[in-house]
């Protein structure tokens, strides 16, 4: 490690313990930063969707039964969450990050009945057997959490 000369120190400590435009503007910098941070909004929410699901069931040697399928509604997590990066002369790397990602925050299990069901052959089911009872979960909640857990 270099140590400073005591002219480099007193220069230094000037500078640190002076008011010029530099240095202020420097210290304006950060403030804007953690200004920037408290003003901006998280638009993370819940939002509805379509999508389309098959499924199959198939017997104990794996033969294809039938094959379900239909247009659901489900909900999604979508929208972008406050992030932060600023320099930090105390953190080993250099600066501070508080990355968000928008993601569920509670789930529930959603019953859907799936109306359009064909046998192997291809023809379509039309009796007791034309629908299928799938679970699957989607968010009810969503909300900003640390990115990566």
Do not use: W
């Amino acid at each position: 490690m270099r140590k400073l000369s005591s002219i480099s120190c007193f220069v230094l400590c000037l500078i640190l313990t002076s008011n010029t435009p530099l240095f202020q503007a420097h210290v304006q910098d950060l403030s804007d930063l953690t200004y920037m941070r408290t003003m901006e909004q998280s638009t993370c929410t819940t939002h509805h969707s379509q999508i389309h699901i098959s499924e199959e069931e198939q017997d104990e040697a794996g033969n294809m039964l039938r094959v379900c399928g239909g247009t659901v509604a489900v909900a999604k997590c979508e929208g972008t969450c406050v992030s932060l990066l600023q320099p930090s002369a105390r953190n080993p790397s250099g600066f501070v990050k508080d990355c968000r990602c928008c993601r569920e925050a509670i789930m529930e299990l959603k019953t859907i009945e799936l109306k359009e069901c064909f046998r192997s052959d291809g023809n379509r089911i039309y009796d007791s057997e034309g629908t299928m009872t799938i679970h699957l979960e989607e968010p009810a909640e969503c909300a900003c959490h640390e990115c990566g857990h």
